[in-house]
């Protein structure tokens, strides 16, 4: 595939990814956010929309690669908007009323996942990503041989974490995730599935 045709296809998934993009509202008021948790998927936003008091939209803990946020919410800021970039869990509280339990949870999973089944697998398996080298996408499967929660993550050479891919309850099934490592720097990358009492780690290659 020659660069024109490679840069036509990226930008055709961002296009799509955009299109079917949402947002989720979440209500900020009475010492509570609602709903909370709140499930979403890479690209979507939230918007956070004031109903009374004075109060704040604050992240504690949330996924590697995504970007901390603090805003007002209250009479003279009403509503503030942040775009999900990163799979997994983002936590937040108010700061004034964070004491009496004004938490908050979101929950985003990743674009791209796909169940591809065609048996249903008898044991683990993490594959070879493919392409790789890649530059600077690539897809990696899985089996999974029992219904439970499934972790698989992105590391860089020095053991930080630069993706989290998948973190949620998955049925059984032989799945795909997408990839794509815009943001960062060539080089060696580890990948590591986590499910039930298995654990497989894998080297791969981005060459930009």
Known sequence: MNKFKFASLFLLLVILAKTYAVTRTITVGNLIFTPTPAAVTVGDSIKWVWVNGIHTTTSTTIPAGAVPWNAPIDSAHTSFIYVITAAGQYNYYCIYHYKSGMIG????????????????????????????????????????????????????????????????????????????????????????????????????????
Do not use: C, H
């Not at 493919?130 to 499934?150: C, L, M, Q, W």
């Not at 974490?161 to 990839?179: C, F, I, P, R, S």
């Not at 080089?187 to 981005?206: I, Q």
């Open 105 to 208: 949870t979101i929950n985003a999973s990743p674009i791209g996942i796909n169940n591809i089944s065609v048996n249903i697998p008898e044991k683990f398996e993490l594959y070879q990503n493919y392409p790789n080298p890649f530059n600077p996408s690539t897809n990696i499967e899985f089996d999974i041989a029992e219904n439970g929660f499934v972790s698989l993550k992105v590391f860089d050479i020095t053991g930080k974490e630069a993706a989290n891919l998948v973190n949620e309850n998955l049925q059984k099934g032989t799945y795909k995730v997408d990839w794509y490592a815009d943001g960062l720097t060539s080089g060696t990358y580890f990948y590591t599935l986590k499910a039930s009492n298995f654990t497989e780690t894998k080297r791969m290659m981005l060459i930009k």
